[in-house]
């Protein structure tokens, strides 16, 4: 049983080997007329939306009774810039993160546009020397776009505000009181809603990283119930991004805690894919009733699984040996087949129960052993 388990482990991974092989070297042939492209469903966070929602809601409000209050007459500027920084910040998973880099950038790009509104633009009266002006801040800009990191960021905001801020024209400047009224409202505005978006339901790695974890524990969950069957690539992708999005909340160098969520994110996504096979060989029927209770019973436990628990890695435990009773008496090539695919996926499974139970447990913070 045991050759026959490995035998067939091989020939899927020598298949799934083929189809890399393919895809590689249909990359590296350049088709003309190859519209191919991947089909990517993100997933809709709903809490997350719902936050920045809430942020962007306080962040405007806040902007608007600011314009209200005090009559400036640059106020609908503030206000356009409150909503322009709450809508941009709304499409980060982190926001604060985005925030604090183009807060950055808008005040590098003050701090440039005053020295060309006031020193260097007025001695100027044509559009050669005000390109010549232009160059140098906006190359600087334009590499450091291309930097890693936050630089990135915040040279996004200054590539994008340095000119409105400087108001190139053809046939006239602009002066320094416009400057004065302008530029403070656009800095104020972007300041307004990184402020209100640090303060209005904060982002904690620490907490999204707890929701992620209780959102993979809830996937599983769902799928030993029946409730969420996805393909084996809709699963793969769907933990691929939960991989993705701890890597993205990590510091800028990963930690011990980062390397274990990781290596319980991975374990959930090969126990997911274990309880489909499941599925799949409890839809064929072709096991004797002793051996489908069994793996019923293992998912109905996945399915009820409660805070720290090792009663899942029992019950594979269990379902193993009842399987394994029926490996001498089985004659039927298919259902040998199945039976040898959900030996297999047991004692996998079993591992993977036993070794993640704290990783499992949604109802404390993870510290890893």
Known sequence: MESRILQAAMVKLLVELDRVLAHIVAAETDTPKDHFRFDRHPEKDVTLAFNNGLRAAAALCFGGLLWEV???????????????????????????MAASGFLRGAVWAAVVSFFLVFWILP?????????????????????????????????????????????????????EINWLNTTPAVVLGIGLGVLVFQL???????????????????????????SLIPSSAQWIARSGERLAQIIRHMETTPDRLTEAYLTGAIGSMMTGLLILRLHNVLFHNLL???????????????????????????????????????????????????????IGALEVMQAEFETNAIFMDTTRRFKPV
Not at 70 to 96: H, I, K, Q, Y
Not at 299 to 304: F, M, S, V
């Open 70 to 96: 005090t009559a400036w007459p640059e106020g609908s500027t503030l206000a356009m810039f409150v909503a322009v920084t709450s809508t941009r910040f709304s499409s980060f998973e982190n926001p604060v």
């Open 200 to 226: 209005v339901l904060p982002f904690n790695p620490a907490n999204e990283r707890w929701r992620l974890r209780r959102k993979m524990v809830s996937d599983l969950q769902r799928l030993a119930t029946g």
């Open 288 to 342: 004797p009733a002793p051996q489908k209770n069994a793996l019923k019973n293992l998912l109905q436990t996945i399915g009820n699984m409660q805070g720290y628990t090792l009663a899942p890695a029992q019950a594979a435990q269990q379902a193993l040996a009842i399987l394994l009773q029926a490996t001498s008496q089985m004659t039927n090539l298919s259902a040998q087949i199945d039976l040898g695919r959900a």
């Open 123 to 175: 001695d100027q009266a044509n559009i050669e020397t005000l390109l010549e002006s232009l160059f140098l801040p906006m190359l600087v800009g334009g590499l450091a776009l291309r930097a890693p990191g936050a630089v990135a960021a915040t040279a996004a905001a200054y590539n994008n505000f340095l000119p409105f801020m400087v108001g190139p024209a053809n046939h006239h400047r602009l002066d």
